[in-house]
């Protein structure tokens, strides 16, 4: 599926993530997307795209977003601001919390849709 508004990519993302999608995640991101993780470190393009989200899919999360804030720039741009909470298991099995915030730069593409250029979480804590 598709985000066809803005705010549908956030929508999406929160539904592939927590039904283990990466496929589904991965086809809401630009072939040159970047993702910021809470640590600093980049990841470049779809296949490190990959690998960080196979890491959260791994720990098996439910991940809520709360929209805070759209803000486009004409008519194929926009940066999407949000809260998020994940509750997951760790590499030990227990469970863990965490949450931040999420701020991501959406590019509209020629067919309508709605892609991530850059992604980019902190993290408040586990």
Same mark, same amino acid.
């Given at each position: 599926?598709?985000?066809?508004?803005?705010?549908?990519?956030?929508?999406?993302?929160?539904?592939?993530?927590?039904?283990?999608?990466?496929?589904?995640?991965?086809?809401?991101?630009?072939?040159?997307?970047? $993702? *910021? +993780?809470?640590?600093?470190? =980049?990841?470049? /393009?779809? !296949?490190?795209?990959? %690998?960080?989200? @196979?890491?959260?899919?791994?720990?098996?999360?439910?991940? $809520? *977003? +709360?929209?805070?804030?759209? =803000?486009?720039? /004409?008519? !194929?741009?926009?940066? %999407?601001?949000? @809260?998020?909470?994940?509750?997951?298991?760790?590499?030990?099995?227990?469970?863990?919390?965490?949450?931040?915030?999420?701020?991501?730069?959406?590019?509209?593409?020629?067919?309508?849709?709605?892609?991530?250029?850059?992604?980019?979480?902190?993290?408040?804590?586990?």
């Amino acid at each position: 599926m598709s985000a066809h508004t803005p705010e549908a990519c956030e929508e999406l993302f929160a539904q592939y993530l927590n039904t283990g999608n990466v496929d589904g995640l991965l086809a809401l991101y630009e072939p040159q997307a970047s $993702h *910021v +993780r809470s640590d600093g470190r =980049v990841a470049h /393009g779809k !296949d490190a795209i990959r %690998l960080v989200r @196979d890491e959260f899919v791994a720990m098996q999360p439910t991940l $809520h *977003v +709360r929209m805070k804030k759209t =803000v486009q720039a /004409g008519d !194929d741009l926009a940066v %999407l601001y949000d @809260d998020w909470t994940l509750t997951a298991k760790g590499s030990d099995a227990k469970p863990i919390e965490m949450n931040g915030k999420g701020r991501h730069v959406i590019r509209r593409q020629r067919d309508g849709t709605w892609m991530f250029v850059v992604t980019g979480v902190t993290n408040a804590g586990f």
